[in-house]
Protein backbone atom coordinates (compact mmCIF):
# COMPACT_ATOMS: atom_id res chain seq x y z
CA UNK A 1 0.00 0.00 0.00
CA UNK A 2 1.30 3.60 -0.91
CA UNK A 3 2.43 5.51 1.83
CA UNK A 4 0.67 8.95 2.27
CA UNK A 5 2.34 11.83 2.13
CA UNK A 6 2.03 15.39 3.88
CA UNK A 7 3.39 18.36 4.26
CA UNK A 8 3.63 20.86 7.07
CA UNK A 9 3.41 24.52 7.03
CA UNK A 10 7.64 25.90 6.94
CA UNK A 11 6.73 28.90 8.79
CA UNK A 12 5.72 27.75 12.49
CA UNK A 13 7.06 27.93 15.52
CA UNK A 14 9.11 25.07 17.46
CA UNK A 15 6.12 24.61 19.45
CA UNK A 16 3.90 24.39 16.92
CA UNK A 17 5.66 21.90 15.48
CA UNK A 18 5.45 19.27 18.13
CA UNK A 19 2.05 19.93 18.08
CA UNK A 20 1.72 18.91 14.10
CA UNK A 21 3.59 16.14 14.85
CA UNK A 22 1.48 15.61 18.43
CA UNK A 23 -2.02 15.87 15.85
CA UNK A 24 -1.04 13.48 12.82
CA UNK A 25 -0.04 11.15 15.21
CA UNK A 26 -3.41 11.14 16.96
CA UNK A 27 -5.13 11.43 13.97
CA UNK A 28 -3.70 8.39 12.27
CA UNK A 29 -1.83 6.08 15.10
CA UNK A 30 0.61 5.23 13.03
CA UNK A 31 4.54 6.39 12.53
CA UNK A 32 5.25 9.59 11.45
CA UNK A 33 7.98 9.14 8.93
CA UNK A 34 10.35 12.69 7.76
CA UNK A 35 11.59 11.92 4.25
CA UNK A 36 13.87 15.46 3.91
CA UNK A 37 15.59 15.36 7.35
CA UNK A 38 15.07 14.76 10.16
CA UNK A 39 12.04 14.79 12.79
CA UNK A 40 12.80 18.44 14.02
CA UNK A 41 14.01 19.81 10.61
CA UNK A 42 11.94 18.32 7.98
CA UNK A 43 8.95 19.77 6.45
CA UNK A 44 7.64 16.53 4.65
CA UNK A 45 6.64 13.19 6.26
CA UNK A 46 4.86 9.90 5.55
CA UNK A 47 2.64 7.82 7.27
CA UNK A 48 0.50 4.34 6.63
CA UNK A 49 -1.30 4.61 3.50
CA UNK A 50 -4.79 3.20 5.21
CA UNK A 51 -5.55 6.86 6.89
CA UNK A 52 -8.33 8.72 5.96
CA UNK A 53 -6.88 11.43 3.67
CA UNK A 54 -10.00 13.41 3.65
CA UNK A 55 -10.34 13.66 7.51
CA UNK A 56 -6.62 14.59 8.12
CA UNK A 57 -7.32 17.76 5.10
CA UNK A 58 -10.28 18.55 7.30
CA UNK A 59 -9.28 18.26 10.75
CA UNK A 60 -5.26 18.98 10.49
CA UNK A 61 -3.75 22.26 12.20
CA UNK A 62 -0.58 23.11 10.77
CA UNK A 63 -0.36 20.90 7.50
CA UNK A 64 0.04 22.18 3.59
CA UNK A 65 -1.45 19.12 1.90
CA UNK A 66 -2.05 15.45 2.50
CA UNK A 67 -2.72 12.92 -0.41
CA UNK A 68 -0.96 10.01 -2.46
CA UNK A 69 0.49 11.75 -5.81
CA UNK A 70 -1.95 14.54 -5.81
CA UNK A 71 -1.21 16.63 -2.70
CA UNK A 72 -4.63 18.02 -1.55
CA UNK A 73 -4.92 21.26 0.38
CA UNK A 74 -5.92 21.35 4.57
CA UNK A 75 -9.47 22.80 4.87
CA UNK A 76 -7.33 25.11 7.60
CA UNK A 77 -4.70 26.04 4.55
CA UNK A 78 -7.64 27.39 2.29
CA UNK A 79 -9.66 29.13 4.93
CA UNK A 80 -6.35 30.78 6.01
CA UNK A 81 -5.95 31.26 2.51
CA UNK A 82 -9.04 33.81 2.05
CA UNK A 83 -7.84 35.70 4.52
CA UNK A 84 -5.18 36.91 2.29
CA UNK A 85 -7.48 37.22 -1.42
CA UNK A 86 -9.82 39.49 1.19
CA UNK A 87 -7.06 41.97 2.40
CA UNK A 88 -5.30 42.20 -1.24
CA UNK A 89 -7.72 44.67 -2.71
CA UNK A 90 -10.35 41.98 -4.49
CA UNK A 91 -13.40 43.96 -4.93
CA UNK A 92 -16.37 43.22 -2.64
CA UNK A 93 -18.60 42.09 -5.72
CA UNK A 94 -15.75 40.18 -6.99
CA UNK A 95 -15.26 37.93 -4.28
CA UNK A 96 -17.96 35.04 -4.72
CA UNK A 97 -16.56 34.62 -8.52
CA UNK A 98 -13.01 34.99 -7.39
CA UNK A 99 -11.93 33.50 -4.29
CA UNK A 100 -12.82 29.78 -5.28
CA UNK A 101 -10.11 30.62 -8.50
CA UNK A 102 -7.25 32.65 -6.35
CA UNK A 103 -7.47 29.91 -3.26
CA UNK A 104 -4.86 27.97 -4.95
CA UNK A 105 -2.88 30.77 -5.78
CA UNK A 106 -2.98 32.94 -2.61
CA UNK A 107 -1.24 30.25 0.14
CA UNK A 108 -0.09 31.89 2.77
CA UNK A 109 3.76 32.00 4.04
CA UNK A 110 3.36 33.06 7.04
CA UNK A 111 1.30 33.14 10.04
CA UNK A 112 -2.22 34.06 9.54
CA UNK A 113 -4.35 34.64 12.35
CA UNK A 114 -7.77 36.33 11.35
CA UNK A 115 -9.41 34.13 8.78
CA UNK A 116 -13.22 33.22 9.15
CA UNK A 117 -14.25 35.29 11.97
CA UNK A 118 -11.63 35.47 13.60
CA UNK A 119 -10.56 38.96 13.06
CA UNK A 120 -13.53 40.44 13.75
CA UNK A 121 -12.88 42.59 17.03
CA UNK A 122 -9.81 43.22 18.87
CA UNK A 123 -9.88 41.60 22.12
CA UNK A 124 -6.73 41.36 24.48
CA UNK A 125 -5.56 37.61 25.19
CA UNK A 126 -6.29 36.29 22.17
CA UNK A 127 -4.95 33.09 21.49
CA UNK A 128 -4.43 31.35 18.47
CA UNK A 129 -7.11 29.78 16.31
CA UNK A 130 -4.68 27.05 15.01
CA UNK A 131 -4.05 26.11 18.49
CA UNK A 132 -7.62 25.02 19.18
CA UNK A 133 -7.66 23.22 16.10
CA UNK A 134 -4.53 21.21 16.89
CA UNK A 135 -5.78 20.71 20.37
CA UNK A 136 -9.10 19.29 19.58
CA UNK A 137 -7.12 16.57 17.31
CA UNK A 138 -4.80 16.11 20.07
CA UNK A 139 -7.36 15.40 22.25
CA UNK A 140 -9.08 13.10 19.40
CA UNK A 141 -12.55 15.03 20.03
CA UNK A 142 -15.15 13.21 17.66
CA UNK A 143 -15.95 15.19 14.74
CA UNK A 144 -19.17 15.82 15.80
CA UNK A 145 -18.36 15.93 19.65
CA UNK A 146 -18.62 18.18 22.62
CA UNK A 147 -16.06 21.26 23.14
CA UNK A 148 -16.56 23.57 26.08
CA UNK A 149 -15.03 26.90 27.01
CA UNK A 150 -15.46 28.01 30.48
CA UNK A 151 -14.08 31.29 30.31
CA UNK A 152 -14.31 32.10 26.15
CA UNK A 153 -13.37 35.56 25.77
CA UNK A 154 -13.80 36.26 22.01
CA UNK A 155 -14.55 33.10 20.85
CA UNK A 156 -11.56 31.52 19.25
CA UNK A 157 -12.49 28.27 20.99
CA UNK A 158 -15.98 27.96 20.02
CA UNK A 159 -15.28 29.33 16.67
CA UNK A 160 -12.88 26.60 15.48
CA UNK A 161 -15.05 24.15 17.37
CA UNK A 162 -18.29 25.09 15.09
CA UNK A 163 -16.37 25.39 12.52
CA UNK A 164 -15.47 21.72 11.92
CA UNK A 165 -18.59 20.62 12.71
CA UNK A 166 -18.39 20.19 16.88
CA UNK A 167 -21.22 21.14 18.76
CA UNK A 168 -19.73 23.78 21.19
CA UNK A 169 -20.60 26.04 24.83
CA UNK A 170 -19.00 29.04 25.89
CA UNK A 171 -19.45 31.09 29.46
CA UNK A 172 -17.87 34.45 30.32
CA UNK A 173 -18.80 37.05 32.92
CA UNK A 174 -18.01 40.22 30.44
CA UNK A 175 -20.98 40.48 28.34
CA UNK A 176 -19.18 41.90 25.32
CA UNK A 177 -17.12 38.22 25.52
CA UNK A 178 -20.57 37.07 25.18
CA UNK A 179 -22.21 38.84 22.68
CA UNK A 180 -18.88 39.21 20.01
CA UNK A 181 -18.37 35.10 20.53
CA UNK A 182 -21.97 34.45 19.75
CA UNK A 183 -21.71 37.10 16.58
CA UNK A 184 -18.54 35.36 15.20
CA UNK A 185 -20.36 31.86 15.34
CA UNK A 186 -23.45 33.04 13.95
CA UNK A 187 -21.90 34.77 10.89
CA UNK A 188 -19.85 31.12 9.99
CA UNK A 189 -23.30 30.18 8.68
CA UNK A 190 -24.19 33.22 6.66
CA UNK A 191 -24.91 33.47 3.18
CA UNK A 192 -22.11 35.62 1.91
CA UNK A 193 -24.38 37.14 -0.92
CA UNK A 194 -26.80 38.39 1.88
CA UNK A 195 -23.86 39.71 4.09
CA UNK A 196 -22.90 41.89 0.69
CA UNK A 197 -26.29 43.05 0.80
CA UNK A 198 -26.34 43.90 3.77
CA UNK A 199 -23.68 45.81 3.77
CA UNK A 200 -24.16 47.52 0.95
CA UNK A 201 -27.54 48.76 2.15
CA UNK A 202 -25.52 50.03 5.17
CA UNK A 203 -23.86 52.24 3.25
CA UNK A 204 -26.34 53.73 1.12
CA UNK A 205 -28.28 54.57 3.92
CA UNK A 206 -25.38 56.00 5.59
CA UNK A 207 -24.63 58.11 2.57
CA UNK A 208 -27.78 60.29 2.97
CA UNK A 209 -27.67 63.28 3.81
CA UNK A 210 -27.95 64.19 8.00
CA UNK A 211 -30.71 66.34 7.98
CA UNK A 212 -32.62 62.49 6.87
CA UNK A 213 -31.65 61.04 10.07
CA UNK A 214 -34.32 61.48 12.69
CA UNK A 215 -32.94 63.13 15.84
CA UNK A 216 -30.48 61.05 18.65
CA UNK A 217 -32.89 58.23 19.90
CA UNK A 218 -30.34 55.85 20.93
CA UNK A 219 -28.20 57.85 22.29
CA UNK A 220 -30.96 58.98 24.76
CA UNK A 221 -32.62 55.66 25.10
CA UNK A 222 -29.66 54.43 27.02
CA UNK A 223 -29.70 55.27 31.07
CA UNK A 224 -29.13 58.78 31.97
CA UNK A 225 -25.76 57.41 34.22
CA UNK A 226 -24.77 56.42 30.77
CA UNK A 227 -25.13 59.20 28.57
CA UNK A 228 -23.54 61.46 31.30
CA UNK A 229 -20.46 59.28 31.25
CA UNK A 230 -20.12 58.84 27.61
CA UNK A 231 -20.33 62.58 27.60
CA UNK A 232 -17.36 62.60 29.18
CA UNK A 233 -15.42 60.39 26.55
CA UNK A 234 -16.86 61.73 23.19
CA UNK A 235 -17.05 64.84 21.86
CA UNK A 236 -21.09 65.61 21.23
CA UNK A 237 -20.29 66.09 17.39
CA UNK A 238 -18.91 62.22 17.45
CA UNK A 239 -21.89 61.06 19.33
CA UNK A 240 -23.95 62.50 17.01
CA UNK A 241 -22.68 60.40 14.33
CA UNK A 242 -22.02 57.40 16.13
CA UNK A 243 -25.84 57.47 16.71
CA UNK A 244 -26.94 58.04 12.77
CA UNK A 245 -24.37 54.67 12.50
CA UNK A 246 -26.91 52.84 15.28
CA UNK A 247 -29.71 54.05 13.80
CA UNK A 248 -28.62 52.60 10.23
CA UNK A 249 -27.84 49.47 11.34
CA UNK A 250 -31.12 49.05 13.41
CA UNK A 251 -32.76 49.72 10.17
CA UNK A 252 -31.61 46.39 9.10
CA UNK A 253 -33.90 43.60 8.42
CA UNK A 254 -31.76 40.63 9.88
CA UNK A 255 -31.11 40.69 13.37
CA UNK A 256 -28.23 38.89 12.81
CA UNK A 257 -26.47 41.21 10.34
CA UNK A 258 -27.69 43.89 12.67
CA UNK A 259 -25.41 42.76 15.53
CA UNK A 260 -22.68 41.81 13.34
CA UNK A 261 -22.43 45.22 12.13
CA UNK A 262 -23.07 46.29 15.85
CA UNK A 263 -19.70 44.53 16.74
CA UNK A 264 -17.71 46.46 13.89
CA UNK A 265 -18.99 49.68 15.21
CA UNK A 266 -17.82 48.69 18.64
CA UNK A 267 -14.67 47.64 17.24
CA UNK A 268 -13.84 51.46 16.35
CA UNK A 269 -15.78 53.02 19.78
CA UNK A 270 -12.10 52.71 21.35
CA UNK A 271 -10.59 54.65 18.66
CA UNK A 272 -13.26 57.37 18.08
CA UNK A 273 -12.97 58.22 21.90
CA UNK A 274 -10.88 60.37 24.31
CA UNK A 275 -9.36 57.23 25.61
CA UNK A 276 -5.47 56.78 25.16
CA UNK A 277 -6.30 53.83 22.31
CA UNK A 278 -2.68 51.39 23.86
CA UNK A 279 -3.34 52.32 27.51
CA UNK A 280 -5.15 49.85 29.42
CA UNK A 281 -5.86 52.01 32.53
CA UNK A 282 -8.27 54.84 32.41
CA UNK A 283 -6.78 57.94 30.60
CA UNK A 284 -7.29 60.76 28.70
CA UNK A 285 -6.82 61.77 25.92
CA UNK A 286 -8.42 65.05 24.17
CA UNK A 287 -8.54 64.86 20.45
CA UNK A 288 -10.60 66.58 17.40
CA UNK A 289 -12.37 64.42 14.91
CA UNK A 290 -13.27 65.97 11.54
CA UNK A 291 -17.12 65.89 10.25
CA UNK A 292 -17.54 62.61 8.70
CA UNK A 293 -14.70 60.73 10.21
CA UNK A 294 -16.68 58.14 12.57
CA UNK A 295 -18.72 57.19 9.94
CA UNK A 296 -16.03 56.77 7.28
CA UNK A 297 -13.68 54.82 9.81
CA UNK A 298 -17.15 53.11 10.68
CA UNK A 299 -17.86 51.89 7.23
CA UNK A 300 -14.10 51.09 6.64
CA UNK A 301 -14.40 48.79 9.49
CA UNK A 302 -16.95 47.53 8.28
CA UNK A 303 -16.12 46.77 4.50
CA UNK A 304 -12.62 44.84 5.94
CA UNK A 305 -14.91 42.38 7.99
CA UNK A 306 -17.89 41.77 5.36
CA UNK A 307 -14.72 41.49 3.02
CA UNK A 308 -13.04 38.55 5.53
CA UNK A 309 -16.49 37.06 6.18
CA UNK A 310 -17.42 36.93 2.94
CA UNK A 311 -14.09 35.43 1.57
CA UNK A 312 -14.12 32.53 3.98
CA UNK A 313 -17.57 32.36 3.65
CA UNK A 314 -17.34 31.58 -0.28
CA UNK A 315 -14.49 29.07 0.05
CA UNK A 316 -15.33 27.42 3.44
CA UNK A 317 -15.26 23.50 3.52
CA UNK A 318 -19.14 22.85 2.94
CA UNK A 319 -19.56 20.88 5.76
CA UNK A 320 -22.42 21.27 8.27
CA UNK A 321 -21.32 23.63 10.95
CA UNK A 322 -21.35 22.43 14.48
CA UNK A 323 -24.40 24.23 17.03
CA UNK A 324 -22.94 26.79 19.37
CA UNK A 325 -24.25 28.34 23.11
CA UNK A 326 -22.54 31.09 25.06
CA UNK A 327 -23.72 32.33 27.89
CA UNK A 328 -23.34 34.96 30.82
CA UNK A 329 -22.22 32.80 33.78
CA UNK A 330 -19.52 31.78 36.00
CA UNK A 331 -16.77 29.41 35.13
CA UNK A 332 -16.89 28.51 38.64
CA UNK A 333 -20.66 27.25 38.44
CA UNK A 334 -19.90 25.27 35.34
CA UNK A 335 -21.87 22.47 36.45
CA UNK A 336 -24.76 23.95 37.67
CA UNK A 337 -25.30 25.90 34.27
CA UNK A 338 -25.46 23.03 32.60
CA UNK A 339 -25.78 19.98 34.48
CA UNK A 340 -26.96 17.72 31.89
CA UNK A 341 -23.53 18.44 30.58
CA UNK A 342 -21.35 16.94 33.28
CA UNK A 343 -19.41 14.03 32.40
CA UNK A 344 -19.89 14.73 28.57
CA UNK A 345 -17.81 16.71 27.61
CA UNK A 346 -14.74 15.35 25.02
CA UNK A 347 -12.56 18.79 25.70
CA UNK A 348 -12.33 21.70 27.59
CA UNK A 349 -10.54 24.19 25.82
CA UNK A 350 -9.61 27.68 27.74
CA UNK A 351 -7.05 30.72 28.57
CA UNK A 352 -8.28 31.62 31.34
CA UNK A 353 -7.72 35.47 32.75
CA UNK A 354 -3.91 36.24 33.94
CA UNK A 355 -3.46 36.27 37.40
CA UNK A 356 -3.98 40.57 38.42
CA UNK A 357 -2.71 41.31 34.81
CA UNK A 358 -5.59 43.33 32.96
CA UNK A 359 -8.17 45.36 33.51
CA UNK A 360 -10.70 43.21 31.77
CA UNK A 361 -14.11 45.23 32.28
CA UNK A 362 -12.14 48.86 32.03
CA UNK A 363 -10.68 48.15 28.51
CA UNK A 364 -14.41 47.49 27.06
CA UNK A 365 -16.27 49.93 29.16
CA UNK A 366 -17.14 52.32 26.43
CA UNK A 367 -18.43 49.49 24.36
CA UNK A 368 -19.69 47.42 27.25
CA UNK A 369 -22.15 50.93 27.96
CA UNK A 370 -22.95 52.15 24.46
CA UNK A 371 -24.19 48.87 23.15
CA UNK A 372 -26.10 48.84 26.42
CA UNK A 373 -25.12 45.43 27.72
CA UNK A 374 -23.49 46.30 31.54
CA UNK A 375 -24.59 49.75 32.72
CA UNK A 376 -21.75 51.80 34.13
CA UNK A 377 -23.21 51.92 37.53
CA UNK A 378 -23.04 47.84 37.33
CA UNK A 379 -19.53 47.93 36.53
CA UNK A 380 -18.27 48.07 39.82
CA UNK A 381 -20.07 45.08 40.92
CA UNK A 382 -18.81 42.73 37.66
CA UNK A 383 -15.43 43.52 38.20
CA UNK A 384 -15.01 42.19 41.67
CA UNK A 385 -16.90 39.02 40.79
CA UNK A 386 -14.44 38.25 37.38
CA UNK A 387 -11.19 35.93 38.22
CA UNK A 388 -8.10 37.65 37.94
CA UNK A 389 -9.65 41.06 39.64
CA UNK A 390 -7.27 43.55 40.55
CA UNK A 391 -9.42 46.31 41.73
CA UNK A 392 -10.00 46.24 45.86
CA UNK A 393 -10.32 47.97 48.67
CA UNK A 394 -8.17 47.77 51.70
CA UNK A 395 -11.46 45.86 53.16
CA UNK A 396 -11.79 43.63 50.79
CA UNK A 397 -7.88 42.78 50.70
CA UNK A 398 -8.36 41.93 54.54
CA UNK A 399 -11.24 39.52 53.59
CA UNK A 400 -9.73 38.29 51.06
CA UNK A 401 -6.32 37.80 53.36
CA UNK A 402 -8.68 35.97 55.82
CA UNK A 403 -9.80 33.43 53.34
CA UNK A 404 -6.19 32.71 52.55
CA UNK A 405 -5.43 32.22 55.74
CA UNK A 406 -8.49 29.99 56.83
CA UNK A 407 -8.20 27.58 53.56
CA UNK A 408 -4.52 28.14 52.69
CA UNK A 409 -4.01 23.90 52.83
CA UNK A 410 -6.70 23.90 49.84
CA UNK A 411 -3.16 25.32 47.41
CA UNK A 412 -0.49 23.37 46.68
CA UNK A 413 3.40 24.11 48.90
CA UNK A 414 4.61 26.17 46.11
CA UNK A 415 2.13 28.43 45.75
CA UNK A 416 1.29 29.55 49.28
CA UNK A 417 5.12 29.55 49.56
CA UNK A 418 4.53 32.37 46.56
CA UNK A 419 2.01 33.45 47.92
CA UNK A 420 3.35 34.16 51.38
CA UNK A 421 6.91 35.12 50.07
CA UNK A 422 5.02 37.74 48.57
CA UNK A 423 3.46 39.26 51.12
CA UNK A 424 5.49 39.40 53.56
CA UNK A 425 8.36 41.58 51.03
CA UNK A 426 5.80 44.00 50.42
CA UNK A 427 5.05 44.25 54.16
CA UNK A 428 7.96 45.07 55.29
CA UNK A 429 9.15 47.13 52.39
CA UNK A 430 7.57 50.61 50.94
CA UNK A 431 4.84 49.38 48.69
CA UNK A 432 2.50 50.91 47.12
CA UNK A 433 -1.14 50.02 47.15
CA UNK A 434 -1.08 48.06 44.22
CA UNK A 435 1.84 45.78 45.29
CA UNK A 436 0.00 45.68 48.98
CA UNK A 437 -2.50 44.12 47.71
CA UNK A 438 -1.28 41.42 44.97
CA UNK A 439 -0.87 38.57 47.83
CA UNK A 440 -4.69 38.89 48.91
CA UNK A 441 -5.41 38.89 45.23
CA UNK A 442 -3.46 36.26 44.11
CA UNK A 443 -4.64 33.92 46.55
CA UNK A 444 -8.15 34.96 45.97
CA UNK A 445 -7.02 34.14 41.92
CA UNK A 446 -5.76 30.44 43.28
CA UNK A 447 -8.48 29.76 44.72
CA UNK A 448 -10.87 31.13 41.83
CA UNK A 449 -9.17 28.96 39.48
CA UNK A 450 -9.24 25.77 42.21
CA UNK A 451 -12.70 26.07 41.56
CA UNK A 452 -12.65 26.35 37.53
CA UNK A 453 -10.69 23.02 37.20
CA UNK A 454 -12.68 21.42 39.94
CA UNK A 455 -15.80 22.42 37.56
CA UNK A 456 -13.83 21.46 34.56
CA UNK A 457 -13.29 17.81 35.62
CA UNK A 458 -16.78 17.13 36.58
CA UNK A 459 -17.85 18.08 33.15
CA UNK A 460 -15.35 16.16 31.71
CA UNK A 461 -16.32 12.34 30.02
CA UNK A 462 -14.23 9.71 31.41
CA UNK A 463 -10.83 9.83 29.89
CA UNK A 464 -11.53 13.42 28.46
CA UNK A 465 -8.87 16.15 28.23
CA UNK A 466 -8.82 19.72 29.29
CA UNK A 467 -5.98 22.10 27.44
CA UNK A 468 -5.43 25.85 29.44
CA UNK A 469 -3.33 28.10 27.93
CA UNK A 470 -2.10 29.90 30.49
CA UNK A 471 -0.31 33.11 30.88
CA UNK A 472 3.11 33.40 33.59
CA UNK A 473 3.59 36.25 34.73
CA UNK A 474 5.97 38.53 37.63
CA UNK A 475 6.22 41.05 40.10
CA UNK A 476 8.75 43.50 41.98
CA UNK A 477 8.11 42.57 45.86
CA UNK A 478 10.38 44.54 48.48
CA UNK A 479 13.11 45.21 45.30
CA UNK A 480 13.21 41.69 44.21
CA UNK A 481 12.16 40.30 40.99
CA UNK A 482 9.31 37.34 41.41
CA UNK A 483 8.08 34.52 38.73
CA UNK A 484 4.30 34.20 39.37
CA UNK A 485 4.64 30.73 37.35
CA UNK A 486 1.06 30.11 36.96
CA UNK A 487 1.17 27.29 34.79
CA UNK A 488 2.97 25.60 37.04
CA UNK A 489 0.77 26.61 40.51
CA UNK A 490 -2.60 25.61 38.15
CA UNK A 491 -0.66 22.08 37.20
CA UNK A 492 -0.59 21.05 40.93
CA UNK A 493 -3.58 22.36 41.59
CA UNK A 494 -5.22 20.43 38.85
CA UNK A 495 -2.82 17.04 40.40
CA UNK A 496 -4.73 18.18 44.26
CA UNK A 497 -7.91 17.64 42.39
CA UNK A 498 -7.44 14.10 40.93
CA UNK A 499 -6.39 15.57 37.19
CA UNK A 500 -3.79 13.57 35.18
CA UNK A 501 -1.63 16.15 34.32
CA UNK A 502 0.81 15.91 31.43
CA UNK A 503 4.02 17.32 30.94
CA UNK A 504 3.12 21.55 30.37
CA UNK A 505 4.25 22.47 26.80
CA UNK A 506 6.33 25.72 26.64
CA UNK A 507 4.60 28.18 24.04
CA UNK A 508 6.99 30.75 22.12
CA UNK A 509 6.17 34.15 22.74
CA UNK A 510 5.26 36.01 19.68
CA UNK A 511 5.36 39.89 19.52
CA UNK A 512 1.95 40.65 19.88
CA UNK A 513 -0.20 43.12 17.05
CA UNK A 514 -2.94 44.59 18.41
CA UNK A 515 -3.29 47.63 20.41
CA UNK A 516 -2.10 45.89 23.91
CA UNK A 517 1.22 44.84 22.87
CA UNK A 518 2.67 46.38 25.62
CA UNK A 519 1.19 44.57 28.48
CA UNK A 520 1.91 41.45 26.74
CA UNK A 521 2.64 38.72 29.66
CA UNK A 522 6.48 37.11 29.45
CA UNK A 523 5.34 33.50 29.00
CA UNK A 524 2.94 31.08 27.77
CA UNK A 525 2.25 27.58 28.53
CA UNK A 526 -0.36 25.07 27.50
CA UNK A 527 -1.24 22.62 30.00
CA UNK A 528 -3.02 19.34 29.91
CA UNK A 529 -5.06 17.86 31.93
CA UNK A 530 -6.76 14.01 31.27
CA UNK A 531 -9.68 13.30 33.84
Request: proline share 4%.
Amino acid sequence: MSRIECQMKDYIQPFERRLAMMELRALTGSDVIPTDSDEHSSFNFSIDGGANTERLRRNLAYWVSVGIGFLGLTAQLRAEATFGIARNGVALDALTETVPRLVPESLPNKRCLRYASHGLHEYRGKFFPQLVRALMNVGQVPEHGIVFDPMCGSGTTLVEASMTGRVCYGLDMNPLSVFVTRVKCDVLSFEPEKLIDAYRSLVKRLAKPAKKFSSPSYFRSLPMVDQAYLKRWFSTTTLIELDQITLSIQSLKSSSMRDFFLVCLSNILRRMSWQKDADLRVRKELSTLSSGEVTSEFVNEALRSTKNVAAFLVGRDKRTIGNHTVLERDARASSKVWPDLAGKVDAVITSPPYATALPYLDTDRLSLIYLGLLSRKDHRTRDIMMIGNREVTERTRLRHWEAYEQNKQLLPDPTRLMIEKIEKLNRNGEAGFRRRNLAALLAKYFFDMRSVIGQQLTMLRPRGMMFMVVGNNRTVAGGRLIAIETAKHLSEIAAMLGGRVAQDLHMDMLVSRDIFKKNAVPSESIITIHR
